[in-house]
């Protein structure tokens, strides 16, 4: 038998007597009245516990209660191994028909196809890899069905020369090919990775900001909506979408989607069977968002789900994270994010998530960015896996104000993929105004992070940006936009934070490019220090109107900076290379 713990749902623990008395010690409104709480019930109770601020001892000890309780154990199907007789000696050794492009590009996606057989479930019974070879070093890269005979492995060379490969396969056909292509020099960017310590670069070297925005399910809703989210993209600051593979369900988020993942119906899908018409569809979406220079933060899990894909059991998610991988993995602009609010999910446990991190990495050759993003509960960002912090707000006043200290805790870039969302709705979540959306991101930029913008205005036809996309209504993406041009002109592309002189904060290049910024403090001048021997450019920055002032002449030593007294000013100091 197996016991309650932190992680049980809410509902589940109602259908028990003893579990009910332990809600109502610890967490007695919530105990007396559920259904005032919205869906919270169906959140694990550590999660609830968190959100309602349960002191320490009280949460040891529900745990220690919970602990005592004896719930059915989980009935796990086995998972699914190969058919190493799926085709008969009859069948010739590498007689697939293999088609490959003579050469290919480092950095872009190189596909070889094998036209095989189709009989019994090629997605399970038939196992294919192939191995590339260059200078003597091998890559090994997973291929996957694409329905109709087809076999599809993709690569993404980071090297130029002559490489070669050869294929392994359960399917004899598709067994023992061999041969050689070219990969040619390009000036594509490639994948982006983390560059020192706190911050990205793409893999040509070139500075990689994420200025992020969430479209959760824009490709589950229909061609027209997308192709407007499209369009709103290309001509705004956005770097970095976050967005779900499985569809979601939510408030303004209540629409049946043309495609699923997998064969079947709610409830009775066969998870054996993948459609490859969604996943097409899927990666498509993916290549789009790569046209415009935009990341790809691919949501593997997320727990607002109708149709049972959080709760496919352990052999059926495994299949599921290799096929997504082995399908993506070669597409430049992906990131893996575990999950959204790994902690509201109530079907897996921290063994899962780390099992779930050892498949994604086993299985992308080309080594993404990976990271998972909280509800109430942090994840341990020190686990070697995650090369990233991808974080939400925990404190409803103080978010960006904690960067500094993250990047401290983990020795690792710092998003803030959710830091409330520009909108109108009741909930505090969705309701944050334009100034403090974009007070947040200055926050968060000058103390050496990142963020991901949302919007989440009411809509009469529920096409809320944050969810579905289409056009951008709000006020916070064009002062984003003109605060990345800031960061932007440093001389390294990038902030750090620089040492505190007032509570705001200040970031850039120490002694060369600083930005004071003021916060909501309404100072009517600020004192700043130029380097000995050096003179400055001063401008006086109002990041809402989004306007710079450069004042006449130039400063030296200790610099009275006179300041307009309102809110929401900034100061840019350009120290110039001259001596005096």
Request: a negative charge.
């Amino acid at each position: 038998m197996a016991y309650m713990s932190e992680f049980t749902q809410a509902r589940l623990i109602f259908d028990y007597e003893a579990g009910r008395a332990a809600l109502s010690e610890a967490l007695p409104d919530f105990a007396s009245h559920p259904e005032n709480y919205g869906g919270a019930i169906d959140l694990p109770i550590g999660a609830l516990a968190t959100v309602f601020r349960v002191k320490e001892a009280a949460q040891e000890k529900l745990w220690l209660k919970l602990s005592t309780i004896e719930v059915p154990d989980r009935v796990e199907l086995p998972p699914i191994e190969p058919n190493p007789g799926y085709e008969g000696p009859d069948v010739a050794i590498a007689s697939a028909r293999i088609i490959l492009p003579a050469s290919g590009r480092v950095n872009e996606t190189v596909e070889m196809v094998l036209e095989g057989p189709s009989h019994g479930n090629p997605f399970t019974d038939v196992e294919l890899h192939a191995y590339f070879s260059l200078n003597g070093e091998e890559i090994r890269v997973g291929g996957f069905y694409d329905g109709n005979g087809r076999y599809v492995v993709r690569f993404l060379p980071d090297t130029a020369g002559a490489w070669q490969f050869r294929t392994e396969s359960t399917a004899r056909s598709l067994d023992g090919h061999t041969g050689t292509f070219s990969v040619e020099p390009s000036h594509a960017r490639g994948a982006v990775r983390v560059a020192d310590t706190y911050h990205f670069s793409y893999a040509n070297g070139e500075v990689f900001r994420p200025v992020g925005t969430t479209l959760y399910a824009w490709t589950h809703q229909g061609p027209e909506l997308q192709k407007k989210t499209l369009a709103t993209l290309s001509t705004s600051p956005f770097t970095k979408v976050r967005m779900c593979v499985f569809p979601k369900a939510f408030i303004f988020n209540d629409n049946e989607p043309d495609l699923y993942p997998f064969e079947g119906e709610s409830g009775n899908w066969d998870t054996t069977r993948f459609d490859p018409a969604f996943f097409q569809h899927f990666e498509n979406r993916i290549r789009d968002l790569g046209k415009l220079g935009i990341e790809a933060d691919v949501i593997l899990f997320h727990p607002y789900d109708r149709w049972g894909f959080q709760d496919l059991g352990a052999a059926a998610d495994d299949r599921y994270l290799r096929y997504v991988v082995r399908r993506l993995a070669a597409l430049p602009n992906v990131w893996w994010s575990l999950a959204n609010e790994y902690d509201f999910m109530t079907t897996k446990m921290p063994e899962d998530w780390e099992r779930y991190a050892k498949i994604v990495t086993e299985e992308d050759h080309a080594r993404h960015l990976i990271s998972i993003h909280n509800g109430t509960r942090i994840y341990d960002y020190s686990a070697s896996w995650a090369t990233h912090c991808s974080l939400q707000k925990v404190d409803y006043y103080k978010t960006a104000e904690l960067v500094e200290d993250l990047r401290e805790k983990w020795g690792k870039p710092v998003i803030l993929d959710e830091i409330g969302y520009e909108g109108d709705l009741e909930y505090e979540w969705g309701s944050i105004s334009a100034e403090e959306v974009v007070r947040r991101v200055w926050e968060t930029t000058l103390r050496g992070g990142y963020h991901t913008h949302g919007e989440t205005y009411y809509h009469p036809e529920d096409q809320l940006w944050w969810a579905k996309g289409g056009e951008l209504v709000g006020k916070s993406a064009d002062r984003i936009a003109f605060l990345d041009k800031l960061v932007a002109e440093s001389p390294t592309g990038r902030l750090e934070p620089l040492p505190l002189t007032n509570p705001t904060p200040s970031g850039g290049v120490a002694g060369e490019y600083e930005i004071h910024y003021n916060g909501f403090s309404q100072y009517r001048y600020i004192t700043l220090g130029i380097p000995e021997g050096r003179k400055a450019v001063i401008d006086v920055i109002d990041t809402w109107a989004m306007t710079i002032e450069t004042l006449p002449g130039n400063y030296s030593g200790r610099a009275r900076v006179e300041l307009p007294v309102r809110p929401y000013m900034a100061v840019r100091v350009r120290v110039q290379q001259e001596s005096l």
